[in-house]
């Protein structure tokens, strides 16, 4: 198997040591006050996520920042760092962004001292770190983005099933809908000033989830 293909598994794999597992995105929050309860509102609210959140957020930024790295565009990188932090609505999406971003420039900073580390100062976007790691890893820019995609899928769907009556079996029918979802929708390119986030609901859920007591995951 290509190196290639090893270090996209290893990149997609929610085992990397950055610590998405704490977070469920919302998905807590929803659970807490009934939104999702099982498969069929699971789907629903993680195609709907996706389709709004997602596709048109983390996705369409990530592509561009593939390309800055790829082209050695220290400024547009740092802009779409910026902008990618300022477009979470909230303290812990915020907070989360920051955290795993951090974690993941440790990792590639260890892996590859020299591929400039100076090019980002102060807080770090996941998906910054990504798109730094597909360059670094000579990954596809596709295979890239379907990764991402994955790895989100799947720490939702592991959130679900701490939190849910879900087993094995229906999360499996949760990612393989997705999967189709994943694979139909089409990722727009990056345009700023058409770009943002189109989430309201999951803002206030997790504007809540700050509050909320007796929680298993940080957002």
Not at 45 to 61: D, S
Not at 110 to 134: M, T
Not at 157 to 170: E, H, I, N, T, V
């Amino acid at each position: 198997m290509p190196i290639m293909n090893i270090r996209l598994l290893r990149l997609a794999s929610n085992a990397l040591p950055i610590g998405s597992f704490a977070h469920s995105q919302g998905i807590e929050s929803a659970s807490q006050q009934g939104l999702v309860s099982d498969e069929e509102s699971v789907c629903l609210w993680l195609e709907g996520v996706y389709r709004a959140g997602l596709g048109k957020t983390e996705l369409p930024i990530l592509k561009g920042l593939y390309g800055a790295w790829s082209d050695g565009g220290d400024l547009k990188i740092a802009h779409l760092n910026t902008l990618m932090l300022a477009g979470r609505e909230t303290k812990e999406l915020w907070l989360e962004d920051q955290r795993l971003g951090a974690a993941l420039k440790k990792i590639l900073d260890e892996d590859a001292p020299l591929f400039r580390q100076a090019v980002l100062n102060g807080p770090q976007s996941l998906v910054s770190q990504w798109a730094r790691a597909a360059v670094m890893w000579r990954i596809d820019e596709n295979a890239m983005v379907q990764a991402f995609a994955f790895s989100w899928l799947e720490n939702a769907c592991l959130a679900c099933a701490k939190l849910l009556p879900m087993g094995q079996r229906q999360v499996h029918h949760v990612m393989n809908h997705m999967f189709d979802v994943i694979n139909e929708a089409e990722i727009p390119a990056f345009v700023e000033d058409q770009w943002g986030p189109s989430l309201p609901g999951l803002a206030m859920l997790s504007s809540q989830h700050e509050h909320q007591q007796n929680r298993l995951f940080l957002s």
